[in-house]
Structures are given as structure tokens and as C-alpha cells.
């Protein structure tokens, strides 16, 4: 199974501010997937990260707000722009390798 | 467009006791379906993966059944213990080349010693 760490694993934002998430997975993977995780809701695609392509993006998610770098097949990193408060969130990074596997997680907090 | 609903939002029994979680999905068309559970603060654990081809998956305490055609799956869990406090997620694949997962809206779990 696939191991996946996040940096951070938490932060306290202004807003206003950007922070970018990083995602390592232990093996090659052709996708990688960002999905968050609102407070007391289920989780949410943002978008499906390939290697050497721009990423895909879901219904409510622009690439200005979120943008993906995909710079080989172990890492990727999500990067939270112009923050607000409505994006106090947990982030996870994703892949799948037959089972879909998740990043422990970001925990964010925007003030 | 898909939707994942499971009931209850939130269930207390006591330790030692067998329980059963619900998961139901509208769109019967599915790839796979997969429980998670997700402890606070933390980010999500596969439990068990039904291949829509496949009618329940056992590990352990846990057993998952699929009834595709009426959109519905359940974990069961057997002699329930404190450890297995936790939400329990279940998340429905539609297809082959897509890998995305819609999620359900999950159960909280809260076994009482």
C-alpha cells in the first residue's frame, strides 16, 4: 500500500495570504488527486493532478484560487491562494493503487 | 450526478455489541465502493474495497456487503470496542478510467466501554 505524507500537517493563516501544501508518495503514481474537507462535511474533489499535464479541476474549483504543480510522479503540491475563512479546511492528498490511499492530512485555519 | 448518503449521522452503542453502518448511493452504475474510517484529526484509512462485481469483503471484525441494484451497501461491525470509535466514510467510484470517489456524508461511531 501506498505511503503519503503531507507538509504541514497544520497551519494558522491571515487572510488574505497563500499557503502551499506538499504531498510525497512512496511509490511512482500516475495521479494524484486533491480533495478538502470542510468542517463537519464529507470530503470534496478539487482536482486530479497528472505528471506533465495541467491538472483537472472539479465543478467549483478554478486554478486561480488552487493551483497544482505536478513536477514528477511522487510529489505534488496544492497551493491555497488569497485565503478566507471559508477555506478553514482539512486537505489530503490521494492515490490509487487499486484502494484509493489518503495523506494524513492538512488542517488549516484561516483567521 | 452521484450522491452518497449514509444513516445515522452519528451512533453510540456499547462495547461489545454488533452494529451495522449504511451506505446508499443513487446511481447504481458504480466501479467499486470502499469504507474508510477517519479518526479525529487525522486523515483517512481504507478498510475494506467491494468490486461492484462482488456482493461483501471480509477483514477481521468488519464485513462490507454491495447490493449494487438497489444502491446499497453496509459494514458491519462485530463485537464492537472502544478502538473502533472513529467516522466512518463510505466512498463510491463510477468508472474504470476515473478514479474520482464520491464520498458520503459519514457516520460517527462512538463505542461506550
Known amino acids: 500500500s501506498a505511503v503519503i505524507s503531507q507538509k504541514p500537517s497544520r497551519d494558522i493563516c491571515q487572510r488574505g495570504t497563500s499557503l502551499t501544501i506538499q504531498c510525497q508518495v512512496d511509490?511512482?503514481?500516475?495521479?494524484m488527486f486533491w480533495y478538502r474537507q470542510q468542517p463537519g462535511q464529507s470530503l470534496t474533489l478539487i482536482a486530479t493532478?497528472?505528471?506533465?499535464?495541467?491538472?483537472?479541476?472539479e465543478s467549483g474549483f478554478v486554478i486561480d484560487k488552487f493551483p497544482i504543480s505536478r513536477p514528477n510522479l511522487t510529489f505534488s503540491t496544492l497551493t491555497v491562494s488569497n485565503m478566507s475563512p471559508e477555506d478553514s479546511s482539512i486537505y489530503l492528498c490521494?492515490?490509487?493503487?487499486?484502494?484509493?490511499?489518503f495523506g494524513p492530512g492538512t488542517r488549516l485555519l484561516v483567521l | 450526478k452521484q450522491e452518497v448518503t449514509q444513516i445515522p449521522a452519528a451512533l453510540s452503542v456499547p462495547e461489545g455489541e454488533n452494529l451495522v453502518l449504511n451506505c446508499s448511493f443513487t446511481?447504481?452504475?458504480?466501479?467499486?465502493l470502499q469504507w474508510f474510517r477517519q479518526d479525529p484529526g487525522k486523515g483517512l484509512t481504507s478498510l475494506l474495497l467491494?468490486?461492484?462485481?462482488?456482493r461483501e469483503q471480509t477483514s477481521g471484525r468488519l464485513n462490507a456487503s454491495l447490493d449494487k441494484s438497489s444502491g446499497r451497501s453496509t459494514l458491519y461491525i462485530a463485537a464492537s470496542q472502544p478502538g473502533d470509535s472513529a467516522t466512518y466514510l463510505c466512498?463510491?467510484?463510477?468508472?474504470?478510467?476515473?478514479?474520482?470517489?464520491?464520498f458520503g456524508t459519514g457516520t460517527r461511531l462512538t463505542i461506550i466501554p
Open positions: 490521494s492515490v490509487v493503487e487499486e484502494s484509493q490511499y
Open positions: 511509490s511512482q503514481v500516475t495521479m
Open positions: 493532478a497528472n505528471q506533465g499535464s495541467e491538472a483537472t479541476y
Open positions: 446511481d447504481s452504475a458504480i466501479y467499486n
Open positions: 467491494i468490486q461492484s462485481s462482488q
Open positions: 466512498a463510491v467510484r463510477q468508472d474504470f478510467g476515473n478514479e474520482k470517489l464520491t
